[in-house]
C-alpha cells in the first residue's frame, strides 16, 4: 500500500506525445523535399535551354514559320505602341501649346496695361514737371519784384517811425 499512496516518478518516456506542429517537425524530410522540387526545377530550366539552343541550330520548318509569325506580330505590337505614344504625346503637345497661347495673351495684355498705365504716369509726371517750371518762374517773378519793391518804400518811414512828410 505505500508504493501505491507514493506518486509516481516522473520520465520523459511517460511523456504524452504530442501533435506534429512546427516546433515538433523534425526538418529533414521537408529539407529533402525542397531540395528535389529545386533540382527538379533547374533540370527543367536546363532541359527548355536546350531544346530551345537545338531550335536554334537546327530548325525545322514549322519552327522557323512560328518564329516569323511570332516576330511579325511582336513588330506590330511594337509599332501600335509606338502610334499610340506618338498620338498621346501630340495630345500633350496641343493642350501645352493652348496652354500656353493662353498664357501668352494673358502676358500681353497685362504688358498692355502695364505700357498703358506706365505711359499715363510719365505724362502726369511731365504736366507736373510743367507746372514747377512754371511754378519756379511765377515765384522767381514775385521774387524779383519783391527785391524792387523796398526801394520805392519809404526808407525814413522805416527808420524812425514817422512819415518823412
Do not use: C
Not at 511517460?14 to 506534429?20: A, G, W
Not at 527538379?40 to 519552327?63: G, N, W
Not at 519756379?136 to 519783391?146: V, Y
Amino acid at each position: 500500500k505505500s508504493e501505491m499512496s507514493k506518486p509516481f516518478r516522473q520520465s520523459i518516456l511517460l511523456r504524452p506525445v504530442k501533435d506534429e506542429n512546427v516546433k515538433n517537425r523534425e526538418n529533414i524530410d521537408y529539407e529533402f523535399q525542397k531540395e528535389q522540387e529545386r533540382l527538379a526545377a533547374l533540370a527543367r530550366k536546363k532541359q527548355e535551354l536546350e531544346e530551345e539552343r537545338l531550335k536554334s541550330l537546327y530548325p525545322t520548318v514549322d519552327v522557323k514559320l512560328s518564329r516569323s509569325q511570332h516576330l511579325r506580330e511582336e513588330m506590330e505590337r511594337q509599332l501600335r505602341e509606338k502610334e499610340e505614344l506618338q498620338r498621346k504625346m501630340m495630345e500633350h503637345d496641343r493642350s501645352h501649346a493652348s496652354v500656353l497661347t493662353d498664357q501668352v495673351k494673358l502676358t500681353q495684355y497685362v504688358e498692355t496695361d502695364q505700357e498703358q498705365a506706365r505711359r499715363e504716369y510719365q505724362r502726369y509726371l511731365m504736366e507736373e514737371n510743367k507746372r514747377l517750371v512754371e511754378y519756379r518762374e511765377q515765384q522767381r517773378k514775385l521774387e524779383k519784384e519783391r527785391e524792387r519793391a523796398p526801394a520805392q518804400e519809404d526808407f525814413f518811414g522805416k527808420r524812425w517811425g514817422r512819415s518823412g512828410r
